[in-house]
């Protein structure tokens, strides 16, 4: 893979419309939950990014027959019980969805296999999914004793169990739904406060048995899962950047259309208005996920405090919310945001040390940071760490830097969306 490096300067102007590309986290579910289905399963608005295809790629090596085309993606599933033994290691890529929630999956099959991603998967904490997983009966281990990947799992018979997580981590959650699908009763997951709910609400629609209250998620053993027509909607983490765009660069305006408003994932939209930012929903619909318009324009935003239970609705786009924090008046505090630290890179200390780079008064702390908003920020040489998002989050703050912001690095942004930079150019133009 070539590493290029990207350039980006201030920008004079933000205006137009957009959409952006299918959820991440919709596009992982409606292949794996597709594959284990019986019958066709026909996804539109896929993720045509790094991470998703990984998950393809997984599945595939399983035996799964899926066609990939521009228009739809297409899953000729075999049912709870018809994935084969992979011929190699099965690779996930840079991405954490696909390790975690397969685990899950695997961790019940009648076969045994490994696997492993790149250098950032393999620095990221598995612990999480090994414990529960392995109070279900299942046999899986960390290959270097490290609690990281390549993990090695030898499928079998599985107990349900009501797991208590200590973090909100929606792939925990649905590592341990998915196995519960092969247990021998039902099994639950409780946290600390509610992440998001897709692997809920698409199990149910594939047709099994799934219940939700408060903070607890349950599934009842061997569904028949049925194949299903999904459309993926717009995803809110990719739209954020744009939004914090419009927000901050001034005279910006700007409609994000078909974007997943789920509740469990709009946080930033919560933030950005207590923030002062004008964001309009418009043409709200309801189609399972719900998804709506976005209608945004430039503002004055002040500093505010985000904690709680609101943290895992935004916690993918808290670096690009930190950019909104170095723009806005006053000072903003967030905290119950540690697991920032175990993402793609550890998104506390990479943030501090760029943003303050960029002449921005931040502060990183334990389970956050603090930031002191309204100093000028000025463009430098920023490493992504192997992370999109912290990509992304710069090109973004490139838009209101005086100077050169430089992205090296800068193709990481395929992990979640291609033609990002495209997308940048072609409003600021
Ligand atoms: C995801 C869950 C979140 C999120 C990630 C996608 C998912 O991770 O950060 O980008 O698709 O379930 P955690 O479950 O680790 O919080």
Redesign the pocket.
Known sequence: MSHSTISLNKAARLRGEMTVPGD??IS??AVMFGSLAEGTTEITNFLQGADCLSTIDCFRKMGIEIENTPERILIRGRGLHGLSAPSSILDTGNS??TT??ISGILAAQPFETTLTGDASIQKRPMRRIIEPLSMMGADIASVNGNDCAPLHIAGGKLHGIHYHSK????????AILLAGLYADGTTGVTEPAL??N??EIMLRCFGADVTSEGLTASVRPNPTLRGQKIVVPGDI?SAAFFIAAALIVPGAELLIRDVGINPTRDGILRVAKAMGGDITCLHVRNDGEPTADLLVRHSALHGVTIEGGII?TL??ELPVINIMAACAEGTTVIRNAE?LR??ESNRIDVMAEYLRAMGCDITPTPDGMIIAGGRPLHGTLIDPHMDHRIAMTFAIAALVAEGRTEIADGEIVNVSYPHFYEELARLTR
């Open positions: 991440k986290s992982h579910r954490g969805t975690r929630l973090i909100a981590s929606a792939q925990v959650k649905s992440s998001r897709h692997t983490s895992p916690i993918d697991d175990a993402k």
